[in-house]
């Protein structure tokens, strides 16, 4: 089973809708929680983290923690066509804040 | 505030060769960590680098290796290479200190190894 999984996508979404992330992680000690979004020949750029359950919002972006369930997700409001990339859920164990553990990835379209 | 830089940018080399990879981190930050990134295996984290001390390591070959200076710039070094070492590697920073620590990677460095 692999440590962090995310829905592979890839996920397609018009113009104006939400577009929902979602990722499960193994490691129930896991202690903080990040969302970056990757473009094609890019690194990986830091969008969102969560560190206690519940919602987090920053502009258009929300991240949702729940620790009982073991899952992280990310909510993008009115998507827009440069919100298209690979959208990467990171988690890192108790006791090791930046041994991230990264899942593979799920690919965003947002279509105009 | 400039962010963090990796140099090179590009590398070619050969089978067996060894090879240098160069990171700084952003002003004021102490922690740097490694990762490789592949297609097949995605990001995957190598170690991390605070006060010139490795705190973290993740599961990675000998040969695979780094170090820290006392300017936080950090190096990782890859000898014997083989093929499979062809990978994007990335170096993240982060204050080092904190808990929770929020990590802001560099651009890069693309190795390929033929």
């Known amino acids: 089973q692999k440590e962090v999984e995310q829905n592979s996508g890839p996920l397609s979404v018009p113009e104006g809708a939400i577009a929902s992330l979602n990722c499960t992680y193994s490691?129930?000690?896991?202690?903080?929680f990040f969302w970056y979004r990757q473009y094609s020949g890019k690194s990986p750029e830091l969008i969102m983290f969560?560190?206690?359950?519940g919602d987090k919002e920053d502009g258009r972006f929300t991240a949702q923690l729940n620790k009982a369930s073991q899952y992280v997700s990310l909510l993008i409001r009115d998507s827009q066509p440069s919100d298209s990339a690979t959208y990467l859920c990171?988690?890192?164990?108790?006791?090791?804040?930046?041994?991230?553990?990264f899942g593979s990835g799920t690919q965003l379209t947002v279509l105009p | 505030k400039a962010g963090v830089t990796q140099t090179p940018r590009y590398l070619i080399k050969t089978r067996g060769q060894q090879v240098t990879l160069s990171c700084s981190p952003i002003?004021?930050?102490?922690?740097v960590s490694w990762y490789q990134q592949t297609p097949g295996q995605g990001l995957q984290f190598l170690f991390e680098?605070?006060?010139?001390?490795?705190?973290n390591k993740g599961n990675f070959p000998g040969r695979f290796s780094g170090r820290q200076f006392s300017n936080s710039r950090s190096e990782m070094n890859v000898s014997t290479l083989e093929l499979g070492d062809s990978a994007l590697y990335l170096c993240?920073?982060?204050?080092?200190?904190?808990?929770?620590?929020?990590?802001?990677f560099g651009p890069g460095t693309r190795l390929t190894v033929l």
């Open positions: 680098y605070f006060s010139e001390t490795q705190r």
């Open positions: 969560i560190y206690s359950n």
């Open positions: 993240a920073s982060s204050l080092g200190h904190e808990l929770n620590g929020e990590q802001f």
């Open positions: 490691d129930r000690g896991s202690q903080s």
């Open positions: 990171a988690v890192s164990p108790s006791g090791s804040a930046r041994q991230l553990t």
């Open positions: 002003s004021g930050h102490r922690s």
